[in-house]
């Protein structure tokens, strides 16, 4: 059983600070990482994805990959209130479809 | 990014009866598409994974008798709920995967069944 694995939280840092995100993986094979932004109520909205070890940044956003300890992290910087919300993991499957795990929940206190 | 497009986002139907939801790729065509449903406080869970011009394919555990796909064309999946029950309620979301963007899945808004 694939298994993607996220601290449920919440986590809570003020405003301006970093979130540091977590997650880590059970299938070593894995090639693909993603990590989906998901506001109460709403659908999943990609933020970042990455496929080869080391770090990448968008904007305010880092996405970190070791594959040989089979963890991904995602960072935040100059975290806002607007970045309030649950963050989901996903690994890619060969298939196509993606594995989520059950995401960890973000406040960012003003 | 790619748009993709469900409909509808919520409905209310009475136990026994077929809710209708539909998927489209509004910018780009999709051989592929995921059917997801999502309970309270949960994580999205696979349901079934949809590709054009052939029968889908089932997650384990999941009836593909109650829950019918069909992937006519390269843009519009439809899922439909047959005889729901109220332990169908869920939020149902749609993805679909851009061709040249391996396991980048864009997602339909959700729609929200409710059983009554």
């Known amino acids: 059983q694939k298994e993607v694995e996220q601290n449920s939280g919440p986590l809570s840092v003020p405003e301006g600070a970093i979130a540091s995100l977590n997650c880590t993986y059970s299938d070593r094979v894995s090639q693909s990482f993603f990590w989906y932004r998901q506001y109460s109520g709403k659908s999943p909205e990609l933020i970042m994805s990455i496929y080869s070890n080391g770090d990448k940044e968008d904007g305010r956003f880092t996405a970190q990959l070791n594959k040989a300890s089979q963890y991904v992290s995602l960072l935040i910087r100059d975290s806002q209130p607007s970045d309030s919300a649950t963050y989901l993991c996903a690994v890619g499957e060969s298939q196509g479809n993606l594995i989520f795990g059950k995401g960890t929940k973000l406040s960012v206190k003003p | 990014g790619a748009v993709v497009s469900q409909h509808p986002s919520w409905v209310i139907c009475k136990s026994g009866t077929s809710v209708k939801i539909e998927c489209r790729s509004l910018?780009?065509?999709?051989?592929?598409m995921f059917w997801y449903r999502q309970f309270p406080k949960q994580s999205l869970m696979l349901m079934a994974t949809?590709?054009?011009?052939?029968?889908?394919?089932?997650e384990q555990g999941v009836e593909k008798d109650k829950f019918l796909i069909n992937h006519a064309s390269l843009t519009l999946s439809t899922l439909t709920v047959t005889s729901a029950h109220p332990e169908d309620s869920s939020f149902y979301i749609c993805?679909?995967?851009?061709?040249?963007?391996?396991?980048?899945?864009?997602f339909g808004e959700g729609s929200r069944l409710t059983v009554l």
């Open positions: 993805s679909a995967e851009q061709a040249g963007d391996p396991g980048e899945l864009f």
């Open positions: 910018d780009f065509q999709a051989t592929t």
């Open positions: 949809s590709n054009e011009g052939s029968k889908a394919t089932y």
